[in-house]
C-alpha cells in the first residue's frame, strides 16, 4: 500500500489547471448543499446532492443510518447520462463516499475528501477503506505546524494508493478557505482518474 503526500503552501506549487470532462457530483452529510459546494460548482461544474433531513449523518451518525444515506446517494447517482462520477465530499460526508465507493465502484470514477471527519473506531473503518477501488484524493488544512491531521492521513493511507494533500497555513475546510488551490488540485486529480478510467475501461470489456 503505497500513501502520497504533497504539502501545498502558500508560496508552493499548485497543478497545472484543467478540466474534468465526466459528472462531477458534490455529496454533502446534510442540507445546504448549494451554500456549501458554491465555489465547486462554480469552478468545477459540478452538481450537488443532499440527503432528506432524516438521512443526514455526521460522524457519530450508526452503520444503519450511513447505509440509508451511501443506498440514497446512489440511487441518485443512477439518474447520471455520463457513467460513473467524480465523487467529491468533505467533515462528515466523507465516509459515506469512502461506503459509496467501497459498496458500489461500478457508480464511482474518483473520491476527492475535503478535511474528512471520520471515526475510526467504527466497526468496519478498516476494511471499508480497503475496499475502495477509484483513485482517491485526501486534501486537508492545516492551519499550523502542529495541526493534527492524523485522521485525514488514516484516510489517505488506508486506501490503497491513496493521494495526500496538505494546505498549509489555512483553516479547515480547505474548500472554503482556499478554494482556488483545492479545486485545481482537484481537478488536475480528476483527469488523472479519467486517464486511468480510459485505460481500464477497454481492459474490462475485454475480459467481460
Request: hydrophobic share 40%; proline share 7%; net charge negative.
Amino acid at each position: 500500500m503505497t500513501l502520497s503526500t504533497v504539502i501545498d503552501s502558500d508560496f508552493g506549487y499548485e497543478p497545472e489547471e484543467s478540466t474534468p470532462q465526466h459528472d462531477v457530483v458534490c455529496l454533502n452529510a446534510g442540507t445546504s448543499a448549494s451554500e456549501w459546494f458554491a465555489s465547486q460548482v462554480d469552478a468545477l461544474g459540478a452538481r450537488v446532492w443532499e440527503p432528506q433531513i432524516s438521512l443526514a449523518i455526521d460522524v457519530g451518525s450508526s452503520p444503519r443510518q450511513l447505509e440509508m444515506w451511501v443506498d440514497a446517494a446512489s440511487s441518485a447517482l443512477r439518474g447520471s447520462p455520463s457513467g460513473p462520477a467524480h465523487i467529491l465530499a468533505t467533515g462528515a460526508a466523507a465516509y459515506g463516499a469512502i461506503m459509496l465507493a467501497a459498496t458500489y465502484p461500478e457508480q464511482v470514477k474518483s473520491i476527492i475528501l475535503g478535511d474528512p471527519e471520520v471515526d475510526t473506531t467504527l466497526e468496519g473503518y478498516t476494511t471499508t477503506l480497503r475496499r475502495v477501488q477509484a483513485p482517491s484524493l485526501v486534501i486537508a488544512a492545516a492551519p499550523r505546524s502542529d495541526t493534527d491531521i492524523s485522521k485525514p492521513q488514516s484516510v489517505a493511507g488506508g486506501i490503497d494508493n491513496g493521494v495526500f494533500v496538505i494546505i498549509d497555513n489555512t483553516p479547515a475546510p480547505a474548500h472554503h478557505s482556499r478554494p482556488h488551490s483545492f479545486n485545481e488540485w482537484t481537478k488536475s486529480f480528476m483527469k488523472i482518474a479519467e486517464g486511468l478510467h480510459a485505460v481500464g475501461s477497454p481492459q474490462e470489456e475485454a475480459n467481460a
